[in-house]
């Protein structure tokens, strides 16, 4: 099992989970039911806001520090990715498409060696 306590979810599901609350929020008769689901829309909100702020670059060189001892070869794909991009062998849009590729392709888990 993995210590990692995070999960991964994609901004096209953050995005409708956003629209499911709009919808829950315009339904709601009381105010205080209303309030609720409205700072649980600014949380995701604010979520994805940070997720564009950070760069590719940057986004890649940490999750490459991540899992640099949990899963040595998700790790070398990460390091050849990161080469590319700050050599600008290749562009952000491939390396993000490389990255989530990369990331569906290796399990999350340790790997045993």
């Known amino acids: 099992m993995s210590s990692n306590?995070?999960?991964?979810?994609?901004?096209?599901?953050?995005?409708?989970?956003?629209?499911?609350?709009k919808g829950?929020?315009?339904?709601?008769?009381?105010?205080?039911l209303k309030m609720k689901v409205?700072?649980?829309?600014?949380?995701?909100?604010?979520?994805?806001?940070a997720r564009s702020k950070i760069s590719p670059q940057d986004l890649i060189?940490?999750?490459?520090v991540e899992v640099k001892h949990l899963n040595p070869d998700l790790h070398l794909k990460l390091y050849m990715l990161y080469r590319n991009l700050t050599c600008s062998r290749i562009s952000?849009?491939?390396?993000?498409a490389s990255y989530e590729?990369?990331?569906n392709m290796f399990p999350q888990d340790e790997m045993i060696y």
């Open 5 to 21: 306590n995070q999960v991964s979810i994609s901004v096209e599901t953050m995005q409708e989970i956003i629209e499911e609350l």
């Open 24 to 32: 829950i929020s315009s339904l709601c008769s009381t105010p205080h």
């Open 38 to 49: 409205l700072g649980l829309q600014k949380v995701l909100s604010s979520l994805l806001e």
């Open 61 to 64: 060189y940490e999750k490459m």
């Open 92 to 96: 952000e849009v491939d390396a993000m």
């Open 101 to 103: 590729n990369y990331l």
